[in-house]
């Protein structure tokens, strides 16, 4: 479990960057935080530098977009996925508990046709939609207690 910041000082919108190996990004998005691994799945560029609307972020790089949610890829370029990982708040304090590179490696995408973006709803699983859920911020706050984003976030 790696202390990322106070949970104030990542408003919504904003992300920050962990120098862990292998770099982790960490997002507020609309309330809602998530942590994938930094590095785009199509080339070396950072998501924290990227644009957050929603739940996706675009590359900053070539605009690939991924989802937050399952760090699947919901347009071209990037074909495969970026590794999730959990988050929690802990007193106030932002956690990301990093995910065995070994035990789940990032899945393969499959082929993405040249003219169709992916619909990445249509690939996420009860599974993974479980695994990835973010920790939610409406019921903490700086402070008060704690809460833990294991998977119960709604
Ligand atoms: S480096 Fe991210 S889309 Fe190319």
Redesign the pocket.
Known sequence: MIPVCRLEDLPAGESVRLDTTPPVAVFNADGALYAVDDT?S??D?SLSEGWLEGCLVE?P????SFDLRTGEPTCL??RRAVRTHRVSVVDGTIHVHLTDPAATPVPAAAPLPASAPLAAAASLSAASLAASAPASLAASGPGRGSLTGEGSAA
Request: hydrophobic share 45%; aromatic share 0%; charged share 0%.
């Open positions: 785009c199509h080339q560029a590359c790089l070539h605009a690939a370029p990037a």
